[in-house]
């Protein structure tokens, strides 16, 4: 379902991604992506990016873009291959990224939930965190 990637395995093919790029000569992340072709990205580009978030609807695959100690940090999320047995549910937030109206957009998140067995509720499977994936904008 998710696994650690480099920052130039992101598709620069996908043609419809949605998100947001904060980039280092940025105060804010204003940049929302809206079914466009990525520029090359890089561990070396100037300015970076330090913290993103994408999602393809078209592939549905999301990808988390974080910059931590000189390095990028990303997670490619594949929502086609999650496991029949996690739970999730869909949440909304109002984010700080401004939309063409200056209007302030909510972003989606899917929070997964896996089973584990649990020892200390009676060996019973409880829901534990698994991942929290962007899915776009509304």
Known sequence: ??????????????????????????????????????????DSSNPFIVEGQLYSKQKNKSYSIKYVDGKHIVIEYDLKSVPNNWVFEQKKYISNIKND?????????QLYWKPEIDELCENMPVLIPAAYVFTGFE
């Not at 043609?15 to 980039?23: C, I, R």
């Not at 209007?103 to 989606?108: F, H, R, T």
């Open 101 to 109: 109206e200056n209007k302030n957009s909510k972003i989606k998140i």
């Open 1 to 42: 379902m998710y696994k650690p990637i480099s920052i130039e395995e992101i598709s620069q093919e996908i043609l419809d991604y949605e998100g947001y790029l904060w980039m280092s000569d940025e105060t804010r992340p204003e940049t929302k992506l809206l079914h466009t072709k990525l520029e090359k990205i890089s």
